[in-house]
Structures are given as C-alpha cells and as structure tokens.
C-alpha cells in the first residue's frame, strides 16, 4: 500500500514531510516516482496521469485544485455506475452552480460542495487527506461530504 503525490514537486515534499510524521507506515511517492504502481492505493494529484486505470489497486483519488475541472476525465471509465470509481466529491461544475434536474444532484456516489475552495497549502491539505485516509481504511465515512438534503 502506498500514496503517490502528483503535482508541484516542492509542495511534495512538504506533504511527504508531513505523512512521515503522521503515517510513518504509508510509503509516500513522489511523480514520476511512482514505484510498483500496483502498491498505489491513494493519490493526490493536480492532473490526472495519462493511464489512469495502470494503478489498478487505486482506492482514493484526492484533487489538489479548488475541484475536478482540471483532470482529463476521458481516460476514465463510464460513469460512477460501472463500479471502478466508489465515489466522487464535487466542489465544481459546469455550469456552476449546477442547475436543479442534473443527475449529480440525485446520484448515490457523488457529493456536491458550495465553490468555496482556495489554493491548497501543503499543511492543511495533507492533513485532510491523512485524516481521510484513515477514515477510509477504517470504514468510516470521508469527512467533507454535504448533506444533500440541503443543496449542498
């Protein structure tokens, strides 16, 4: 099991700093080295590598951008549907906001956020996602998901 850092190669190593400290066990990679790329269990990552599906253990998929509109969705499979992807936390549509009747409103495995993001700092990032990471092994639900109940 490892976590592959893919964006600026600075603000890498403030992250892989920080997960030493607090997941001393996860092997942290830095792009393009990726080592065994079946050992990738979770990355973070401003772009999305051309072949995506070669991590084919990958369980977590965090942006590094104020959303998802960066990543070349293409190379993905179909839909949420199909299984491959559990889920997908949204914090930018097109159009933003999203008008009321599109289906990500009503899909079971995606979750909606209010456009609030800002530039991620090493700190405070890593920090979420470790905190995720941990959530997510332990089976427990991923912290900043939105009540939809409430538009968001």
């Known amino acids: 099991m490892a976590f592959l ?4 190669p600075v603000r890498g190593t403030a992250w892989a700093r ?15 080295d990726t080592g065994r790329e079946e050992d990738i269990r979770f990355m973070a990552a401003w772009t999305l590598p051309e072949d995506l599906a070669r991590f084919r253990n990958l369980e ?5 951008g104020a959303g998802v509109d960066q990543f070349d969705l293409a190379g993905l499979p179909a839909a949420l549907g199909s299984g491959w992807i559990s889920a997908a936390v949204l914090d930018v549509a097109d159009p933003e906001p ?7 409103w009503s899909h079971p495995r995606i979750w909606l956020t209010p456009h609030i993001a800002s530039t991620t700092q090493p700190d405070s990032g890593a920090e979420a ?5 941990h959530r ?14 409430h538009g968001y």
């Open 5 to 8: 850092y893919k964006s600026e």
């Open 18 to 32: 920080i997960f030493a400290q607090r997941l001393p066990d996860l092997p942290f990679r830095i792009w393009p």
């Open 60 to 64: 977590l998929l965090f942006s590094i």
């Open 98 to 104: 999203l008008p009321e009747g599109r289906p990500f």
């Open 129 to 133: 996602v470790i905190a995720n990471i």
């Open 136 to 149: 997510h092994v332990r089976g427990e639900r991923l912290a900043g998901l939105v009540d939809r109940v």
